[in-house]
């Protein structure tokens, strides 16, 4: 399967940002743009709220915008919103305890 003109639509790079707003909620946004007679590529922005302080798990709302979200489509474009649950990898925020001495 060729996909001859895919820069065109997902672009040579990207950009992203991501804001810790309070210790409960979390925002990322990220930017791939591309040029193709106009502006094309994506957004995708997405807030999330810890459940619990003790937990690894979270509440999401995404928002996506754009062109390529996927290969069978990606010359298509196409807006979501999504709502769902995140569990985080235990080992991500492991952090290990220093001894005094």
Do not use: C, W
Not at 21 to 44: C, Y
Not at 46 to 72: C, H, M, P, W
Request: charged share 20%.
């Amino acid at each position: 399967m060729e996909l001859p003109d895919i820069i065109s639509y997902r672009g040579y790079g990207s950009f992203g940002a991501a804001y810790k707003a309070s210790p409960n909620i979390f925002m990322d946004v990220h930017l791939q743009p591309a040029f193709k007679n106009k502006l094309t590529g994506f957004i995708r922005a997405t807030a999330s709220f810890k459940v619990s302080k003790n937990r690894n798990q979270f509440l999401y709302i995404q928002y996506f915008g754009g062109y390529a979200e996927d290969l069978i489509n990606y010359n298509k474009n196409s807006s979501n919103l999504r709502v769902g649950i995140v569990l985080k990898d235990l080992f991500a925020n492991f952090e290990t305890k220093k001894t005094e001495k």
